[in-house]
């Protein structure tokens, strides 16, 4: 089978798939459509959940928000040429990392496609060209935007035009097998948030009950279904009137007393409960939990460690799907001659003194020279030109050689002798 077959077969079983919120669709998610429209028994069941109601979950908005803004703040450089080549200054360079268009920065572009990306599962934006040259990047809502092929080609329709599949920048958190559809991150999660969300509220209609937990009424009950409700009436307001006057008891019937239904909240590990959550959603994300502000476990050494993980298998990946979306869209399939390319120095610098003896020994062994170094501090090149070369410590020399002898001659071998050396032995034989 060729891949155009095996691309008119996905064809012929859905024309077309919508990019909408999953959260909200019958074939993906029925539970929380049938709860929504009431449908569905609510006993027993755990909330249902939406991108808003997730992002209402502080360890879910801490995720989203700190990625979608470490990922938009990284330098997003163009260059001319392969490895190494030249870092380039003029219009794409300004796109990528000034501002893409006339309304939007490319801070506020790159964390709106990251924001859509970890929450709906998808980040869209079109790329506006003079013939073949880019001259503007706007975003799109992935929620309005619905994705087609014809022939075997992909296209993407959005608010009534249609675009092709090379000029739309394109970056989803996990395709699904056909390559057109996608997977949500809440949606895959929603079971860890939904669960979070319930201990939420049950924290909160705790704690507004004035931490007074359910409470069952024990003793001679009353007869009759309304001397029941007037007893319990009287109970009740017996109890208002106690917190309002801030009164440590109230009053009770003769034989009767008041136990609670239920598992308390601390016996139901609450607090350790809301704890694992936390880590649960940084799992979600392939975040270290100290990026979720989860300190239980943190220590000096460890949270550094975390640190370098985030840089190498999180933030990493995501600039790589990124670059290698902005270069084939941007240049074309087989333009090998520029690329765009983030540098991830940002998210390492460190302490002051450590990345100042890091950027000394990079120029003391030749690998960087000073204008280069200064340019990472955000400094003005050596008016001198001298900051342009590069520089060697003198006594680093090639293994066998030796410093230049006393006359100014070529530098001797360790492993010969010298001819004096040669004519003392000599004479001494």
Same mark, same amino acid.
């Given at each position: 089978?060729?891949?155009?077959? %095996? +691309?008119?077969?996905?064809?012929?079983?859905? #024309?077309?798939?919508?990019?909408?919120?999953?959260?909200?669709?019958?074939?993906?998610?029925?539970?929380?459509?049938l709860a929504m429209l009431g449908v569905l028994d609510s006993r027993g069941a755990l909330p249902p959940v939406s991108i808003d109601a997730a992002l209402g979950v502080p360890g879910v908005m801490c995720a989203v928000g700190f990625l979608s803004r470490a990922l938009a703040s990284l330098p997003l450089h163009a260059f001319r040429g392969?490895?190494?080549?030249e870092k380039q200054d003029g219009q794409l360079a300004m796109l990528?990392?000034?501002?893409?268009? #006339?309304?939007?920065?490319?801070?506020?572009?790159?964390r709106h496609k990251w924001q859509q990306v970890f929450t709906g599962g998808r980040g869209m934006s079109y790329i506006e060209r003079v013939g073949t040259k880019p001259v503007a990047i706007w975003p799109m809502d992935p929620k309005e935007a619905s994705i087609r092929r014809r022939d075997g080609r992909k296209y993407f329709v959005y608010e009534g035009r249609e675009y092709r599949a090379a000029d739309v920048i394109d970056v989803c958190f996990m395709?699904?097998?056909?390559? !057109?559809?996608? %997977?949500?991150?809440?949606?895959?999660?929603?079971?860890?948030?939904?669960?979070?969300?319930?201990?939420?509220?049950?924290?909160?209609?705790?704690f507004a009950s004035g931490g007074v937990p359910p409470l069952s009424l024990e003793g001679p009950l009353p007869q009759g279904a309304e001397a029941f409700?007037?007893?319990?009436?009287?109970?009740?307001?017996?109890?208002?009137?106690?917190? *309002?006057?801030?009164?440590?008891?109230?009053?009770?019937?003769? =034989?009767?007393?008041?136990?609670?239904?239920?598992?308390?909240?601390?016996?139901? @590990?609450?607090?350790?409960?809301?704890?694992?959550?936390?880590?649960? +959603?940084?799992?979600?994300? &392939?975040?270290?939990?100290?990026?979720?502000?989860?300190l239980s476990k943190g220590t000096f050494s460890n949270? #550094? @460690?975390?640190?370098?993980?985030? !840089?190498?298998?999180?933030?990493? @990946?995501?600039?790589?799907?990124?670059?290698?979306?902005?270069?084939?869209?941007?240049?074309?399939?087989?333009?090998?001659?520029?690329? !765009?390319k983030h540098n991830l120095d940002g998210m390492q610098r460190g302490a002051f003194k450590d990345r100042i003896e890091g950027i000394a020994r990079a120029i003391m062994t030749g690998?960087?020279?000073?204008?280069?170094?200064?340019?990472?501090?955000?400094?003005?090149?050596?008016?001198? &030109?001298? =900051?342009? *070369?590069? %520089?060697?410590? &003198?006594?680093? !020399?090639?293994?066998?050689?030796a410093p230049l002898g006393h006359n100014g001659g070529p530098p001797l071998n360790d492993n010969e002798e010298s001819g004096d050396d040669a004519d003392t032995d000599k004479t001494q034989d």
């Open positions: 089978m060729s891949p155009d077959d %095996y +691309v008119r077969q996905n064809l012929a079983r859905r #024309e077309m798939r919508s990019l909408e919120d999953p959260t909200y669709r019958l074939s993906e998610n029925p539970e929380a459509l392969g490895e190494g080549g990528l990392n000034e501002a893409p268009n #006339e309304e939007t920065s490319s801070f506020e572009w790159r395709p699904k097998s056909d390559l !057109v559809g996608h %997977y949500s991150p809440i949606f895959l999660g929603r079971k860890a948030i939904a669960l979070a969300i319930a201990m939420n509220d049950f924290a909160g209609s705790f409700k007037r007893a319990q009436a009287d109970i009740k307001r017996a109890i208002d009137m106690a917190k *309002k006057a801030g009164a440590p008891f109230f009053g009770m019937p003769p =034989g009767h007393a008041l136990k609670p239904i239920g598992i308390e909240p601390a016996k139901g @590990q609450m607090t350790e409960a809301r704890l694992f959550q936390i880590q649960e +959603v940084a799992r979600i994300w &392939g975040l270290p939990p100290v990026f979720v502000q989860d949270t #550094e @460690q975390q640190d370098l993980q985030l !840089v190498k298998h999180t933030l990493g @990946q995501w600039a790589k799907a990124f670059e290698d979306e902005l270069n084939l869209k941007l240049f074309g399939q087989r333009r090998r001659s520029r690329k !765009v690998q960087m020279t000073p204008d280069e170094g200064r340019a990472l501090e955000d400094r003005p090149p050596d008016p001198s &030109g001298a =900051g342009a *070369k590069l %520089y060697i410590q &003198g006594a680093t !020399v090639p293994l066998g050689t």
